[in-house]
């Protein structure tokens, strides 16, 4: 049997989710997020750098901070690189709700997985369906902070992380190379500008809606490290005004669950207990 070198994004690379995040064998899973590495802004006068492409990650980024309650299905499309250069691809769905800035609801299932993300800007549950485990922990009380928290402390984060950094301050894409205005195209319908980005380990290309909502639309992330070129692809479906209610963030045990603890892998304050 052939040994499968597992494609996944790095942190660096992804700087997320949108680096769009699943429980490994304790739970990591790549981003469906557009790259956004922090640090100073580029020079506005480099000629490889297309002004429209800057300006359409800065206005999607101030937009996603705008955003309350909403909900994000995302399917995504990842290549396996076999030993002789063969690519097998295999396909998961993540289907996130938030209510901002402290309640937080996540599915993730693919061929590998299929947990479940509850958060209640009190308490934080994960829960391992197919296994029926389960670990909950106090939790601090923004969904970004857990993000940073679970990270940090447990070496894994929420799905779609940085659809809750993207454009915040210290996160500034300063890692890219170039940056390309492909013109409108249309994703599943809508309305897209489809933009193409480069950085020392990453291409990457996104789309984004057209109007007064510009919501990532497609994503498509290839790694150049590896010389198969290895992608990753993420689809987005939006909804900005879900329905929900007090029960949807808090976790009921099925029949004959277990509970675990999550380990702890970090260096963060919990590390040392």
């Known amino acids: 049997m052939r040994s499968i070198d597992r494609f996944r994004l790095s942190r660096s690379a992804i700087v997320v989710a949108l680096t769009v995040a699943a429980a490994c064998a304790s739970a990591q ?7 956004a590495p922090s640090g100073s802004a580029v020079s506005s006068t480099d000629p490889a750098l297309d002004p429209a492409a800057m300006d359409a990650l800065q206005a999607m980024g101030a937009h996603l901070r705008t955003l309350k309650d909403f909900q994000v299905e995302v399917t995504t499309t990842d290549e396996d690189v076999l030993e002789d250069g063969q690519k097998v691809q295999y396909s998961g769905v993540t289907n996130l709700l938030a209510q ?10 693919n061929e590998r997985h299929d947990r479940m993300w509850l958060y209640d800007g009190k308490e934080f549950t994960l829960f391992a369906r197919r296994l029926n485990y389960y670990a909950t922990v106090p939790a601090p009380p923004t969904i970004g902070q857990l993000a940073d928290t679970l990270e940090t ?17 210290g996160r500034i894409a300063d890692g890219i190379t170039e940056a390309t205005d492909f013109g409108d195209s249309a994703v599943a319908g809508t309305t897209c500008r489809h933009y193409g980005f480069r950085q020392d380990d990453l291409d990457w290309q ?21 010389e198969a070129r290895p992608q990753h692809t993420a689809l987005y479906i939006w909804n900005l005004a879900p329905s ?7 976790f009921d045990p099925p029949a004959g669950a277990g509970k675990v603890v999550l380990a702890d892998v970090g260096s963060g304050p919990s590390a040392s207990k």
Not at 153 to 164: R, W
């Open 206 to 226: 996104i789309w984004i809606q057209r109007g007064d909502h510009p919501l990532p639309r497609k994503l498509v992330i290839t790694t150049k490290t590896d």
């Open 100 to 109: 901002m800035p402290t309640r937080l609801r996540a599915e993730v299932v």
């Open 29 to 35: 899973q790549p981003s469906t997020t557009a790259p």
């Open 244 to 250: 929900f209610n007090d029960k949807t963030f808090t």
């Open 153 to 169: 402390d447990h070496g894994f984060t929420v799905p779609l992380a940085d659809l809750f950094r993207w454009g915040a301050a």
